[in-house]
């Protein structure tokens, strides 16, 4: 799953960023309002983490220029605590969540996480394939029996993008998108690496190829 974190507080913003990788996210950062707007209005992320205080454009605006032209995009908006009245604009302006500063990142890691089960196909909390389980706090699988199996930081990515997205043919260029940050090298033949090794764990008829389209992942058991 891919994010943007648009804020001006660099030492927030780097500390925000390095733990949301930690996390099993691709994310990438803005510092101003300006490039915060281009970047979420052409990038396809999963959800946003945008302050309201911004140079170059307010947050706000940013976010009533994404939601005229029908982006909808989850938006958590981060306030100062007392900033009642923005919180309320916020909301009012198309915000899905909010988060008073300061904040525990646990609690912005489970409202982001509340948000991308909201938004996507599947909500549920538990992402399962056959008799394994994806534990999305240890970015592994895990079977009946309680076996573990590790998974690179890049199959977590995948495969919980496939879960969260299943029996719906996605494309080598979708999958890139979401589980890249913006400055990395995107290869489609990569992802093709990775599939193979997701199939040598889950199966090969869990993932079909969809010749010039890209892959659907099976949910059925």
């Not at 996480?113 to 394994?132: H, I, M, N, S």
């Not at 240890?138 to 977590?156: I, K, P, S, W, Y």
């Not at 990395?184 to 090969?204: M, T």
Request: net charge negative.
């Amino acid at each position: 799953m891919r994010l943007l974190v648009v804020e001006d507080d660099v030492a927030l913003g780097e500390r925000l960023r390095t733990r949301l990788v930690a996390e099993g996210y691709a994310v990438d950062l803005a510092r101003d309002g300006i490039d915060g707007a281009h970047l979420g209005a052409t990038e396809p992320y999963d959800a946003v983490i945008l302050d309201l205080g911004l140079p170059g454009k307010p947050g706000l605006t940013v976010l009533r220029e994404w939601r005229a032209a029908a982006n909808r995009v989850p938006v958590l908006i981060l306030t100062a605590r007392d900033g009642w009245a923005e919180r309320v604009e916020g909301l009012q302006a198309g915000a899905d969540d909010y988060l008073g500063k300061p904040f525990h990142v646990e609690e912005l890691l489970a409202r982001i996480q509340a948000l991308l089960r909201r938004a996507a196909p599947v909500p549920d909390t538990e992402l399962r394939a056959g008799d394994w389980r994806l534990d999305e706090a240890r970015q592994c699988l895990v079977d009946r029996a309680g076996n573990e199996q590790a998974l690179t930081a890049t199959e977590f990515r995948l495969l919980r993008y496939f879960m969260r997205h299943p029996d719906e043919v996605l494309s080598k260029t979708r999958l890139s998108e979401h589980v890249y940050d913006y400055d990395a090298e995107r290869d489609s033949n990569v992802i093709e690496v990775y599939v193979r090794r997701l199939r040598g764990l889950l199966g090969n008829e869990r993932i079909e190829t969809r010749r010039g389209q890209g892959y659907v992942f099976r949910s059925g058991d």
